[in-house]
């Protein structure tokens, strides 16, 4: 479940009818009086009614379908979840200390924080606590769960706190949270273990085998070519950051101070020896005094890198780095923007600006002016060159038209999801994607409101296209493709992508999909390079990754991850990283050239770094 996972609006749809179902007459606040007497099914009607499942007679309004598609896959993870937390938590011959670590991202690092995805349903109760909302007798199961957690945390009132922070689900203010009695109902159910959910959820059959497919995906990077965002920017001589005059990509970040290297060489440091086995390049383009969370994005031009996470403060739950700090001249140094925001960065491809999630105004997209003025030390996105961007919901992305590089308009692309806020154990796998035959993207037309960037973008259009089965979708930089994996019976199945047909009118554009190609390899969201050549995606190794059990000893207590790339022209599926065991290679995308970014985290080291490999360029250069 993900950061906003349970969010639920109240129930007034059929509150008659709950009301007869559990002996009651009160508002929804009230429902869970009598759930204990209520049948099986009546209890599996309400509490499906309550998470936005598809019944026979329809839907509720309940806003967690809007993150994620409430199917019986879903719902096992979340009670899977749930009772495997819930059985910890019991266990009284565990310490209170270990009890609690199990909740963090890393057990082992008492600063990693809780991660609400090892917590299933119970992160949507979690902001109840013991307060004076729940009623022993009308919430007894909420009562205890209230007191359990109570005890576990006793005399460590800022740590309990951090705990309800990082579990509350919803996170964002403008969606309505469980009351106790919802969230009664929905966990006795749970606790009975789902009863009458296959009589009740009737799907179709997910699908189960993936054949790759590249012959269409050939031919659509020669079509755009000449058109792509990766194009437009090295027309119009956008600056790339880190790299010299003579415009060869492969140059880049060969800066020097004195005699020393700005940007390290990673396969020549002890903690990079091992990484490239294709001879390709890897640069160390900052080692972080801070740690992160969720997704790491970058501009086009590679100057800044946006975190969530970084140097917190009591209102700054973010950072953007500008890197271009290393290339002072009287030597390097480093320049952190902080900003009141949560997760989810994302920069448009023309360079114009950036969006950031869980901020004042949810969903924001701010002008690129910001960053680059020198006195810009904090941003509250209440700025002038802020503005808000309503109903773009979690983990998108932005496309963008290739048209005026200025100001045109831009696609921003969501789906259901799977969230990824890793820890640092061998623990650590591939999201288990849940999207189901009602999965759909959401693609969100935003047009500038002037002349320029600066007086910000509005939402003018909502359009959702069907994505059975297929989920954590992202968007190609000229939004012509959708990229999603594929959510089958016992795991993912790699990667649909999908073509993005669209035509603008008086009223509005007008899309449509048509699938392209498939992509048969593990990982986790993925990301398109702007030459639209190339799809990267990182991967948590297991045993099936090794060519023998000697050869996967070393990793097996501290787990990897490494970056994959598929190449659209020769068909070839790449692991361009090789990390060492305990080393995470993670949320891997592209800067307009080619280079590809990702951060790496430590779990010796417990340090974390961005990186830049030039894999993608090195492929292109040997297959043009």
Same mark, same amino acid.
């Given at each position: 479940?993900?950061?906003?996972?349970?969010?639920?609006?109240?129930?007034?749809?059929?509150?008659?009818?709950?009301?007869?179902?559990?002996?009651?007459?009160?508002?929804?606040?009230?429902?869970?009086?009598?759930?204990?007497?209520?049948?099986?099914?009546?209890?599996?009607?309400?509490?499906?009614?309550?998470? !936005?499942?598809? &019944?026979?007679?329809?839907?509720? *309004?309940?806003?967690?379908?809007?993150?994620?598609? /409430?199917?019986?896959?879903?719902?096992?993870?979340?009670?899977?979840?749930?009772?495997?937390?819930?059985?910890?938590?019991?266990?009284?011959? =565990?310490?209170?200390?270990?009890?609690?670590?199990? +909740?963090?991202?890393?057990?082992?690092?008492?600063?990693?924080?809780?991660?609400?995805?090892?917590?299933?349903?119970?992160?949507?109760?979690?902001? &109840?606590?013991?307060?004076?909302?729940?009623?022993?007798?009308?919430?007894?199961?909420?009562?205890?769960?209230?007191?359990?957690?109570?005890?576990?945390?006793?005399?460590?009132?800022?740590?309990?706190?951090?705990?309800?922070?990082?579990?509350?689900?919803?996170?964002?203010? #403008?969606?309505?949270?469980?009351?106790?009695?919802?969230?009664?109902?929905?966990?006795?159910?749970?606790?009975?273990? &789902?009863?009458?959910?296959?009589?009740?959820?009737?799907?179709?059959?997910?699908?189960?085998?993936?054949?790759? *497919?590249?012959?269409?995906?050939?031919?659509?990077?020669?079509?755009?070519?000449?058109?792509?965002?990766?194009?437009?920017? @090295?027309?119009?001589?956008?600056? +790339?950051?880190?790299?010299?005059?003579?415009?060869?990509?492969?140059?880049?970040?060969?800066? =020097?101070?004195?005699? #020393?290297? /700005?940007?390290?060489?990673?396969?020549?440091?002890?903690?990079?020896?091992?990484?490239?086995?294709? !001879?390709?390049?890897?640069?160390?383009?900052?080692?972080?005094?801070?740690?992160?969370?969720?997704?790491?994005?970058?501009?086009?031009?590679?100057?800044?890198?946006?975190?969530? %996470?970084?140097?917190?403060?009591?209102?700054?739950?973010?950072?953007?780095?500008?890197? %271009?700090?290393?290339?002072?001249?009287?030597?390097?140094?480093?320049?952190?923007?902080?900003?009141?925001?949560?997760?989810?960065?994302?920069?448009?491809?023309?360079?114009?600006?950036? +969006?950031?999630?869980?901020?004042?105004?949810?969903?924001?997209?701010?002008?690129?002016?910001?960053?680059? $003025?020198?006195?810009?030390?904090?941003?509250?996105?209440?700025?002038?060159?802020?503005?808000?961007?309503?109903?773009?919901?979690?983990?998108?992305?932005? %496309?963008?038209?290739?048209?005026? #590089?200025?100001?045109?308009?831009?696609?921003?692309?969501?789906?259901?999801?799977?969230?990824? $806020?890793?820890?640092?154990?061998?623990?650590?796998?591939?999201?288990?994607?849940?999207?189901?035959?009602?999965?759909?993207?959401?693609?969100?037309?935003?047009?500038?409101?002037? $002349?320029?960037?600066?007086?910000?973008?509005?939402?003018?259009?909502?359009?959702?296209?069907?994505?059975?089965?297929?989920?954590?979708?992202?968007?190609?930089?000229?939004?012509?493709?959708?990229?999603?994996?594929?959510? !089958?019976?016992?795991?993912?199945?790699?990667?649909?992508?999908?073509?993005?047909?669209?035509?603008?009118?008086?009223?509005?554009?007008?899309?449509?999909?048509?699938?392209?190609?498939?992509?048969?390899?593990?990982?986790?969201?993925?990301?398109?390079?702007?030459?639209?050549?190339?799809?990267?995606?990182?991967?948590?190794?297991?045993?099936?990754?090794?060519?023998?059990?000697?050869?996967?000893?070393?990793?097996?207590?501290?787990?990897?991850?490494?970056?994959?790339?598929?190449?659209?022209?020769?068909?070839?599926?790449?692991?361009?990283?090789?990390?060492?065991?305990?080393?995470?290679? &993670?949320?891997?995308?592209?800067?307009?050239? !080619?280079?590809?970014?990702?951060?790496?985290?430590?779990?010796?080291?417990?340090?974390?770094?961005?990186?830049?490999?030039?894999?993608?360029? @090195?492929?292109?250069?040997?297959?043009?």
């Amino acid at each position: 479940m993900h950061r906003h996972a349970l969010a639920l609006s109240s129930l007034l749809i059929g509150a008659t009818a709950l009301a007869s179902v559990i002996g009651c007459s009160a508002p929804s606040d009230e429902i869970g009086t009598d759930t204990a007497a209520a049948t099986e099914e009546e209890s599996a009607r309400l509490a499906l009614r309550m998470l !936005g499942a598809k &019944l026979p007679e329809g839907r509720s *309004d309940a806003t967690c379908q809007s993150c994620h598609d /409430i199917n019986k896959m879903t719902i096992r993870k979340w009670a899977g979840d749930y009772k495997t937390t819930m059985a910890v938590l019991k266990d009284e011959s =565990k310490s209170k200390a270990d009890r609690i670590a199990f +909740m963090r991202r890393d057990p082992s690092d008492p600063k990693s924080g809780f991660a609400p995805s090892k917590m299933g349903i119970l992160t949507a109760g979690a902001h &109840l606590g013991a307060s004076s909302l729940v009623n022993k007798d009308r919430h007894p199961m909420t009562f205890a769960q209230g007191q359990l957690l109570g005890s576990l945390f006793e005399g460590q009132a800022e740590e309990y706190a951090k705990f309800r922070a990082d579990a509350l689900m919803p996170i964002e203010p #403008n969606f309505d949270r469980l009351s106790a009695s919802e969230y009664e109902a929905i966990v006795t159910w749970v606790d009975k273990g &789902l009863p009458q959910i296959e009589a009740l959820l009737v799907e179709e059959a997910r699908p189960t085998t993936c054949t790759d *497919d590249f012959a269409q995906l050939k031919g659509h990077v020669r079509d755009v070519q000449a058109t792509s965002w990766a194009a437009v920017n @090295r027309d119009l001589r956008m600056p +790339m950051f880190g790299c010299d005059a003579s415009g060869t990509p492969l140059q880049c970040f060969t800066s =020097k101070f004195g005699a #020393n290297d /700005i940007f390290p060489d990673a396969t020549k440091l002890d903690f990079g020896k091992g990484w490239s086995r294709n !001879g390709d390049g890897f640069r160390v383009l900052r080692q972080l005094d801070y740690t992160t969370f969720f997704w790491m994005r970058s501009s086009a031009d590679g100057r800044f890198v946006a975190n969530g %996470g970084g140097p917190r403060t009591d209102s700054t739950r973010a950072v953007i780095a500008d890197l %271009g700090a290393a290339l002072a001249p009287a030597g390097p140094a480093t320049r952190d923007i902080l900003a009141s925001a949560s997760y989810d960065p994302d920069f448009f491809p023309g360079g114009q600006g950036f +969006m950031f999630q869980g901020t004042s105004k949810s969903g924001a997209f701010c002008s690129m002016s910001l960053l680059r $003025n020198p006195a810009t030390t904090k941003i509250s996105f209440d700025e002038p060159e802020c503005t808000k961007l309503d109903s773009v919901g979690l983990y998108q992305t932005v %496309g963008q038209v290739a048209g005026d #590089n200025a100001i045109s308009d831009i696609f921003v692309v969501n789906s259901k999801f799977a969230s990824d $806020n890793p820890g640092l154990t061998a623990s650590d796998k591939d999201l288990s994607l849940t999207a189901g035959p009602e999965a759909a993207a959401n693609i969100h037309v935003a047009v500038a409101k002037g $002349n320029d960037a600066d007086q910000g973008y509005q939402v003018m259009q909502n359009t959702t296209l069907p994505t059975s089965f297929r989920g954590d979708t992202m968007m190609a930089r000229s939004g012509l493709l959708l990229g999603s994996r594929v959510a !089958g019976e016992t795991g993912a199945l790699g990667y649909a992508i999908d073509k993005v047909t669209y035509q603008k009118s008086d009223a509005g554009y007008k899309f449509s999909l048509k699938s392209l190609g498939r992509i048969c390899m593990p990982g986790n969201k993925a990301n398109f390079s702007f030459d639209e050549r190339f799809l990267v995606t990182h991967h948590y190794l297991t045993r099936e990754d090794f060519a023998s059990d000697a050869e996967f000893a070393p990793y097996k207590a501290k787990g990897p991850a490494d970056i994959y790339l598929a190449d659209f022209v020769t068909g070839k599926k790449m692991r361009i990283t090789r990390m060492a065991p305990g080393q995470f290679s &993670l949320f891997p995308h592209f800067r307009s050239d !080619g280079w590809i970014y990702f951060l790496v985290r430590d779990a010796t080291t417990k340090k974390e770094s961005i990186i830049a490999t030039d894999a993608a360029l @090195r492929a292109t250069k040997e297959s043009p």
